[in-house]
């Protein structure tokens, strides 16, 4: 049996990334909340001032996350994936917030357990699925016990509503399933099937109907489509190579919906302009490479998925954020990793960052 040891030194590479990224994210929540936070609470660092806690927090979480023995705790993410459930179903308790039961108020403190339930996911699956006695060549085991416990994960977020991270849960599941060795013809069995419940879903029973109608008249022309998806256009549009300099955008001044939250993308393009984009996501993309390399030199199946998983997640969370901003994927609601307000956010992806950083440490004795 191959025995690990864990090194003193980590991926440093991939944390000042991180820094960064937490950096430039606590710059832009300001500069494009700043005007609506005066509006509603009568203090330009209200936002700010939260996310600078979950930002500290964030940072704390990534050093305590990098000194643990991962696999030594993994076992405990079955019950850990019961509990996410339990969060999963208290949130319809709580008051809607914009149609939405997304959220669990624990008096000052709000968490979204759909992020949480992500994340625990990715190290279950993790851990499940790099057990020598499972044979993912049988379909029996490849259903029994993931689809019940995750099909219902997935059907209490689709219930909030919250399409976006039931996307990026489906997928990144889907794409552990495939790394760890499960047959296309099983996994393609499970996808047509999920295809035609979603359209039941959107066509059948009218679940985010108009909002997948507006997609598709604003694939022709993004003017064409939803009130978000104009502004985010000409959001972008207004910013040109070089943007309008920061805390100078105009669409921040309640035109663009959620400016701070689900469309910071575009109003952070329309005051660093395409350049400044350009420097964003290639810090995306090194954050993102560093975690396959980190996969790749992993000496077990388990870190290997873990790594993959945590990876893919954030891949898809950005490629899906980007996407409805930039009008190729329907409204969804999801944050921007690092960029973003939004405490659960940002703690889960600083989480997924901290997996990466333990995993770098981890070679062969």
Known sequence: MKRFRTERTVDERLMLAYLSAILIGLIMVYSTSSILAESRFGSHFHF????????????????????????????YSAPALLVMLLLLSLVFLMPSRNGSQRWLMLGPLTVQPSEL?????????????????RNLADLKQLVFPYVPI??????????????????????????????????????????????GLAALLVFGLGYKKARILDYIASVKNPLDGSYQVKQAALT??????????LGEGRQ???????????????????????????VLLSLFFFILWRGLRIASAQPDKFGYLLASGMTLSLFVNIAINIGVVT??????????????????????SSIAVGVLINLSRRTVR
């Open 236 to 245: 972008l549009g207004s910013g040109g190579l070089l943007g309008t300099g």
């Open 48 to 75: 700010l001032g939260q996310q600078f806690i979950w930002a500290l927090l964030s940072v704390a979480t990534v050093w305590l996350i990098g000194k643990i023995d991962l696999e030594r705790y993994a076992v």
């Open 252 to 278: 921040k001044l309640f035109f663009l919906p959620y400016p701070h939250t689900d469309f910071i993308f575009a109003a952070t393009g329309e005051e660093i302009g395409l350049i400044g984009l350009i």
């Open 327 to 348: 009008a190729l994927l329907p409204v969804t609601g999801l944050a921007l990793p690092f960029i973003s307000y939004g405490g659960s956010s940002l703690l889960v």
């Open 150 to 195: 995750l099909g219902l994960g997935l059907l209490l977020i689709v219930m909030e509503p919250d399409l976006g991270t039931t996307l990026v849960i489906f997928i990144t599941a889907l794409g552990m399933f495939f790394l760890a060795g499960a047959r296309m013809k099983h996994l393609l069995a499970g996808f047509v099937p999920s295809i």
């Open 117 to 133: 339930f992500k994340c625990v996911m990715i190290f279950y699956l993790a851990f499940s699925l790099s057990n020598q006695k």
